[in-house]
């Protein structure tokens, strides 16, 4: 059996063809491919997830932090109401006091 050289021509030619498009679709997938960024940071879900839950205690601290800031306002405002009201009270003590004391003077 003579091999037809139409034949092998052909064979030949259709290798070469395929071999050509596989090498091509080989290059096309590998420009297309995804490449990481240099420039970017990648995280994975469980980092991503553990960013999330940090974030949601903090928010929960800074919630307790502002509540117990705004209770200790309140209690600086009661004391600073009480303080200004014992002034006061002693304030008008010391006049009287004053008052006391210059009538007692002015008598001897």
């Not at 932090?65 to 209770?71: E, L, M, N, S, Y």
């Not at 009270?89 to 009287?96: H, K, P, S």
């Amino acid at each position: 059996m003579d091999p037809n050289p139409a034949f092998l021509g052909a064979f030949t030619l259709s290798g070469i063809t395929l071999l050509g498009g596989a090498i091509l679709l080989m290059r096309l997938r590998e420009h297309l491919a995804e490449s990481p960024d240099p420039k970017l940071t990648y995280a994975t879900q469980t980092d991503l997830q553990k960013l999330r839950d940090e974030f949601a205690a903090h928010q929960r601290d800074l919630k307790i932090d502002h509540t117990d800031i705004h209770r200790l306002i309140r209690q600086n405002a009661e004391h600073i109401a009480a303080l200004i009201a014992q002034s006061e009270i002693y304030t008008q003590r010391i006049n009287e006091f004053s008052g006391k004391f210059d009538r007692l003077q002015s008598h001897h």
